[in-house]
């Protein structure tokens, strides 16, 4: 896919009230007020605005969002140098305030901040006074057990209420909050958890995904063995099974009651912080004061364990929830997600906008294919976010969500986790429904945010994702550093962003993180994806760039070929590796997983070499078409590409990839074995 094959129309266009009532658009007009942002030009004049006055920027969101500093800062940028730019330097706030702030408001205290739904499509409501109680227990009980400012809390949780109680109680007391979902194994998580040395482990004792109950004590048992910094464990009985000798219940902590003048309080001092009381529940922490831990896919070494701040992620957050996915109080927010997945963080600080958030637990497609678009007509789901890979799912299996389920309510259906692929926009728009707001977004753990993707005000162009987000100065470099427009370029950012990390976890020079995305251009983040921006000021994302196809000198995305071959019924999903031969030649194999019934015979493999040139180049062609038992993913479903060019190569296995970090270890022997007939 390139810029010029777009369709000449947009697939969808905002109406002048859809416009008009977008928050992004209020906000350009009050920033144009009192902050000298251009009034005119629309939001691709608001975006040059927020990059070239970054301070400035930065001040209005701040301000237009009522962030509640309790001590004031000195400047916005106290240092912009990448990596170490200083945020809001003398500022002290807390997350967990700003994201239970709703139950302060009588009129909203018992609407419903979390709607949670399994897989027996029971419903339970959590109300934003019965959340608030519930965090403010937590965090009380935290603090008893000795929990300080910076010491980790852990979660071997699902994506239940629960998980978002124990987040939020973490940042009240000014802890440092870190999860991992209960499919990882117990050497997937300790792969994690001890990089950090958690006081407190919070778990279920198991999980239930595709109609099963997976019981999850024995690997409990082996994470209290193997974490000696533990102090406590909390148990939270998912399926009933009693607490083990020596841990808490959870039920026991969050029974307590909520001070009386920490919610609903009336502002005494005026300084629009709520009452005093809320400072003995809230810790107030410097703006770079660590909020959690998040980690990379870890695939050929120990997981990166990329550390954000408690401010940085509040800024950015109420930018990409409030203004670009347009999210307020009227909101219903859902993303299919687990806790192991930055997605989950995201979705938690829906509640900073006042939107009430929708957790779901279970499978993508139980009972059926289509069981993510039941959960959003059954919770009134406005924004609907999930995988390029389940839009991709349910177009295969032909099913019809807009005919089949009432989702007149989903005003948006974002993807991410992979570029969706032009089919992945006309099936949204055709079998979803036609005046659908398509957001395919992109960017990264790294960030726990969006470079580029959902603007409420901009057309949806099929294949493309609709601008850089605001404050993000997103390039595409040629190796030199030269800016590219329409040509394929490595995605950079050359001004700092307050959710860049302040850190990584037991990196005590910093090394690990420059070399992550400082190393190739110095004091600019190249975050490793290929992408072209378009003279129309979209972003169309061609996939991973260290593992970039380069035949003769032509720098291809992986995802382009995935998009087209992955049309054709008989391919279930496909990986494409180019490897770099001793003797100066290339040779690039498509790696393809059948769907059930077909075979990879020669008319099959002609079918895969014309699609692929008609739809791409002569060049895209591969050299071999191999049939495998699967394709080899990361715990959180993305295609392991540099592991298996790796592995190739002829490294041994246990060298080329974390088997901590693989959905399924054994697929891996096959190209191991290929490599050693190669070789």
């Known amino acids: 896919m390139t810029a010029a094959a777009a369709s000449p129309a947009p697939l969808w266009q905002p109406d002048p009230g859809r416009i008009a009532a977008a928050r992004v658009t209020r906000f350009q007009a009050w920033a144009a007020e009192r902050y000298g942002a251009p009034a005119e030009g629309g939001y691709a004049a608001l975006h040059r605005w927020s990059v070239e006055e970054l301070d400035t920027f930065w001040k209005a969101v701040a301000d237009w969002f009522d962030v509640r500093f309790s001590t004031p800062y000195s400047r916005v940028l106290g240092d912009r140098t990448m990596p170490g730019a200083e ?127 997976h019981d999850r004590t024995g690997t409990v048992a082996e994470l209290r063995r193997e974490l000696p910094t533990l102090r406590a464990v909390v148990h939270v009985p ?67 364990a990329i550390v954000q701040s408690q401010g940085g992620i509040l800024l950015e957050h109420f930018k990409q929830i409030g203004l670009h996915f347009d999210l307020g109080p009227e909101d219903r927010f859902f993303w299919y997600t687990s806790t192991g997945w930055m997605m989950w963080n995201f979705l938690v600080s829906g509640l900073l906008t006042g939107t009430t958030i929708v957790l779901y637990d279970g499978s993508p497609g139980y009972p059926a294919v289509d069981a993510q678009w039941g959960v959003a007509e059954r919770t009134g789901t406005t924004v609907f976010g999930t995988s390029a890979a389940y839009v991709m799912a349910c177009r295969k299996a032909e099913a019809h969500p807009g005919r089949d389920h009432d989702l007149s309510r989903v005003k948006c259906v974002a993807t991410t986790g992979s570029p969706l692929p032009p089919d992945g926009f006309r099936w949204l728009h055709d079998d979803v429904a036609e005046d659908l707001w ?30 850089p987000c605001l404050g993000t100065d997103l390039q595409a470099w040629d190796p030199q550093g030269k800016p590219l427009i329409g040509e394929v370029g490595e995605l950079v950012v050359t001004n700092p962003l307050p959710s860049m990390p302040v850190r990584f976890w037991n990196d005590p020079d910093g090394s690990r993180y420059r070399d992550s995305y400082f190393e190739m251009f110095p004091g600019v983040w190249r975050h490793g994806d290929w992408i072209t921006l378009t003279d129309r000021g979209s972003v169309v994302i061609h996939g991973r760039s260290d593992s970039t196809l380069n035949r ?92 298996v060019k790796r592995l190739l190569q002829g490294t041994a296995l246990d060298k080329a990839v974390n088997a901590g970090s693989v959905d399924n270890l054994e697929l891996l022997r096959f190209y191991e074995d290929l490599a050693r007939t190669r070789h």
């Open 87 to 213: 945020w809001f330097p003398g500022a002290t706030l807390n997350y967990a305030e700003h994201a239970l702030r709703t139950a302060e408001d009588p009129a909203r205290a018992h609407d419903p901040a979390i709607l949670y739904v399994d897989e027996t499509h029971e419903q339970i409501a959590l109300s934003w006074s019965e959340l608030r109680r519930q965090v403010i227990s937590l965090a009380r009980e935290l603090r008893a057990l000795g929990v300080r400012p910076g010491d980790r809390v852990s979660g071997y949780l699902p994506n239940i209420p629960q998980a978002a109680v124990a987040l939020l109680a973490t940042a009240a007391v000014g802890g440092v909050w870190t999860s991992c979902a209960p499919d990882f194994g117990a050497r997937s998580v300790l792969d994690r958890f001890q990089q950090v040395e958690p006081v407190v482990l919070i778990t279920v004792d198991g999980y239930r995904y595709g109609g099963k109950e």
């Open 238 to 304: 998912l399926l009933g099974t009693p607490a083990p000798e020596g841990a808490l219940e959870w039920s026991a902590l969050t029974a307590g009651t909520a001070p009386a003048d920490s919610a609903g309080a009336e502002d005494s001092d005026g300084d629009g912080g709520g009452d005093r009381g809320d400072r003995d529940v809230f810790e107030q922490v410097p703006f770079d004061h660590p909020l959690w831990v998040l980690y990379s896919s870890g695939t050929t070494g120990l997981p990166k």
């Open 438 to 467: 398509i957001a395919s977004v992109s960017g990264g753990t790294d960030v726990c945010s969006c470079f580029a993707g959902a603007v409420p005000t901009l057309p949806v162009e099929i294949g493309e994702l609709q601008a």
């Open 552 to 643: 003769q000198g032509v720098r291809m995305g992986s995802a382009d070929i995935y998009e087209a071959v992955e049309r054709l019924p008989e391919i279930r999903e496909s990986l494409v590796i180019g490897l770099e031969e001793p003797d100066g030649g290339y040779w690039m194999p498509l790696f393809v997983h059948l769907a059930p019934g077909a075979v990879l015979d020669d008319t099959l493999r002609a079918r895969v070499k014309e699609t692929i040139r008609e739809r791409l180049s002569p060049r895209h062609v591969p050299d071999e078409i191999i049939e495998v038992p699967g394709i080899p993913h990361t715990l959180t479903g993305k295609r392991i590409e540099v592991p």
